[in-house]
């Protein structure tokens, strides 16, 4: 954590005459869990359940360590964290269950974005971890904490709840054989991730800025006739956008998006094998030619609103 720390300060010392916004740490949760739970990142890992615990600790306290590095390298520096957190939509919009989808994002998401805005780890995680909780020295907590200028969300796709009379006050319902999906097995068709994803976060923690770091979708992109017609794209992306506009018609403060992906790249473990990209990359010749979704967001931007 302290090396990162290093790291953060000194990058940001470099571009701090031409930057002034700076993000720690991307999606904390897949370099930890993936990386060193799962192991299909780097380095490839299978802790137990003690050491995933730890890590993730660790990842955190990098953040804050970042945050303080970055700050004491380039005054007047506006600082935030990226996060891809799990995301819970009510079933439907009632008090009931609304309160139960926040005490779902608060629970799941505790050890990471939970943890930097509160500043603790919240009683229900440390009793499902039990003896596996992280161990954490004085003073951690309040570095996890740092005080933050916007908080960045990737939000991709969420899990429906509703209000239940278990201790937890809520329950997670299955997802459907039949729900519908993009062309990653993860990535379901859940429109309401963009609206509660800003809402929870505002709600529970009152960041001063949002801002959506990621949000877009793989699809099973064929050039045709050297053109690539990804409705399915278009689609996903105009609902999406239609629930991020609702979140700022309500008041809250989102006030930037980032598609992912201008280009087709390499995705981490999936490699070059699931396209993400508004633009078709040949990636045997570089070549690379817009999509449908390109040629469509071009003119949404063009018009600054929905078409």
């Given at each position: 954590?302290?090396?990162?720390?290093?790291?953060?300060?000194?990058?940001?010392?470099?571009?701090?005459?031409?930057?002034?916004?700076?993000?720690?740490?991307?999606?904390?949760?897949?370099?930890?869990?993936?990386?060193?739970?799962?192991?299909?990142?780097a380095p490839g890992l299978k802790l137990d359940a003690a050491g995933v615990n730890q890590v993730r600790h660790h990842g955190t306290l990098a953040h804050g360590l970042g945050v303080q590095a970055i700050r004491a390298a380039v005054p007047g520096s506006i600082v935030g964290v990226a996060e891809n957190p799990n995301i819970?939509?009510?079933?439907?919009?009632?008090?009931?269950?609304?309160?139960?989808?926040?005490?779902?994002?608060?629970?799941?998401?505790?050890?990471?974005?939970?943890?930097?805005?509160?500043?603790?780890?919240?009683?229900?995680?440390?009793?499902?971890?039990?003896?596996?909780?992280?161990?954490?020295?004085?003073?951690?907590?309040?570095?996890?904490?740092?005080?933050?200028?916007?908080?960045?969300?990737?939000?991709?796709?969420?899990?429906?709840?509703?209000?239940?009379?278990?201790?937890?006050?809520?329950?997670?319902?299955?997802?459907?054989?039949?729900?519908?999906?993009?062309?990653?097995?993860?990535?379901?068709?859940?429109?309401?991730?963009?609206?509660?994803?800003?809402?929870?976060?505002?709600?529970?923690?009152?960041?001063?800025?949002?801002?959506?770091?990621?949000?877009?979708?793989?699809?099973?992109?064929?050039?045709?006739?050297?053109?690539?017609?990804?409705?399915?794209?278009?689609?996903?992306?105009?609902?999406?956008?239609?629930?991020?506009?609702?979140?700022?018609?309500?008041?809250?403060?989102?006030?930037?998006?980032?598609?992912?992906?201008?280009?087709?790249?390499?995705?981490?473990?999936?490699?070059?094998?699931?396209?993400?990209?508004?633009?078709?990359?040949?990636?045997?010749?570089?070549?690379?030619?817009?999509?449908?979704?390109?040629?469509?967001?071009?003119?949404?931007?063009?018009?600054?609103?929905?078409?």
């Amino acid at each position: 954590a302290r090396a990162f720390a290093d790291y953060a300060g000194f990058t940001a010392g470099k571009l701090g005459d031409r930057v002034k916004h700076f993000i720690t740490t991307n999606e904390i949760r897949c370099f930890t869990d993936l990386g060193h739970q799962v192991g299909i990142h780097a380095p490839g890992l299978k802790l137990d359940a003690a050491g995933v615990n730890q890590v993730r600790h660790h990842g955190t306290l990098a953040h804050g360590l970042g945050v303080q590095a970055i700050r004491a390298a380039v005054p007047g520096s506006i600082v935030g964290v990226a996060e891809n957190p799990n995301i819970f939509a009510p079933t439907i919009e009632t008090p009931e269950n609304i309160e139960a989808a926040k005490k779902a994002y608060r629970h799941d998401n505790a050890p990471f974005l939970t943890a930097i805005m509160e500043g603790k780890y919240v009683d229900t995680y440390l009793e499902d971890a039990g003896a596996a909780a992280p161990k954490v020295e004085a003073g951690d907590m309040e570095i996890i904490a740092s005080p933050l200028d916007f908080v960045a969300l990737n939000i991709y796709t969420c899990g429906y709840v509703e209000a239940d009379d278990s201790a937890r006050g809520y329950k997670v319902l299955p997802r459907p054989t039949s729900a519908p999906r993009m062309a990653s097995p993860w990535l379901y068709m859940t429109p309401e991730a963009g609206y509660w994803g800003v809402r929870l976060t505002s709600d529970l923690w009152s960041p001063k800025e949002l801002y959506i770091s990621e949000n877009g979708c793989s699809a099973d992109d064929a050039a045709v006739d050297g053109y690539v017609a990804d409705t399915d794209r278009v689609t996903y992306l105009r609902n999406y956008l239609s629930e991020f506009h609702r979140a700022t018609v309500e008041g809250y403060p989102l006030k930037g998006y980032f598609l992912w992906s201008l280009m087709d790249n390499f995705e981490w473990a999936d490699g070059y094998g699931k396209r993400f990209g508004v633009h078709y990359v040949d990636f045997a010749t570089q070549q690379r030619t817009p999509k449908l979704s390109a040629l469509w967001y071009k003119r949404l931007i063009e018009r600054n609103h929905l078409v």
